[in-house]
């Protein structure tokens, strides 16, 4: 895909993956609508690249209906068309056994699932109409087990990966276009906060580059670093009972 004159939503665009995304794309003829919780770093992302494409930025959460819903109507009166929604909006809930509660997991499912959901409902009207249209959801190699203190994060994102799969089959009579994006750890603000070694751990900048490629190629799931992506199909593979033997044994140590 040609990504000159197209545009593009980019979610979660205030730090990270979603922040370098709009800072690279900046560079081809495009139209950038970014979106974030953050207005004021949104606000300094958009005038640091203003004078090489056309952006316009709103202060929104995915997780809330109306909010997405708003933005969507303020887009298409602006621009008229989305071409490509990059699905970016991530949180890490942390899931804690001795203060196991709804309320984080209604969190991260409210921003990682739902705020996929929330927007592909307003895309897709359009986008099958038209015959036309491209979906990038970003979710993680991490959707593969359920790993100890992250049993939010890894359901949520293995809910969006199954979501997005089965829209890719349903929407290819539509020309509709659906791509996965499966980051192993990339270095971001949100995986700073982490307390345990990140393997194969990647540059934001690289990472995007990779994504971005892999949107040109029109791939149907976006997966690295290769390291990281061959150890998840090992751990997808390995039994029940062995990767509870090695995980117990990692929970013990903390």
């Known amino acids: ?52 494409c056309k952006v316009i930025s709103y202060q929104s959460d995915v997780s809330d209906k109306t909010s997405v819903k708003n933005v969507y ?13 990059i699905l970016n909006a991530g949180i890490d809930q ?20 739902f705020g996929l959901v929330y927007w592909i409902e307003l895309l897709l009207p359009e986008f099958m109409r038209e015959k036309r249209g491209m ?7 991490a959707d593969v087990k359920g790993f100890p203190g992250s049993g939010y994060y890894c359901a949520s994102k293995a809910a969006a990966g199954h979501l997005l799969e089965s829209l890719r089959i349903g929407l290819k009579k539509y020309n509709v276009k659906v791509i996965t994006v499966k980051p192993g750890f990339v270095k971001t603000p949100m995986t700073d906060k982490n307390e345990f070694h990140m393997p194969f751990l990647i540059d934001v900048d690289k990472a995007v580059k990779i994504i971005i490629r892999g949107i ?36 013990k140590k903390k």
């Open 73 to 85: 109507e303020k887009v298409i009166g602006e621009f008229g068309k989305i071409d490509i929604a």
């Open 216 to 251: 040109e190629k029109e791939k149907r799931v976006i997966e690295f670093p290769l390291m990281t992506s061959l150890s998840t199909k090992l751990l997808k593979c390995m039994p029940y009972s062995m990767f509870e033997f090695i995980f117990s044994k990692d929970v």
């Open 135 to 141: 979906i990038v959801g970003v979710t993680s190699l």
């Open 1 to 52: 895909m040609n990504l000159n004159n197209k545009t593009i939503l980019i979610t979660g665009a205030s730090s990270g993956i979603g922040y370098e995304l709009a800072l690279q794309l900046s560079e081809y003829n495009c139209n950038l609508i970014l979106t974030a919780r953050r207005k004021e770093l949104l606000d300094e992302l958009s005038r640091r690249i203003s004078s090489k």
């Open 94 to 113: 942390k899931t804690r056994i001795t203060n196991f509660n709804s309320g984080d997991a209604e969190i991260t499912m409210g921003v990682n699932f």
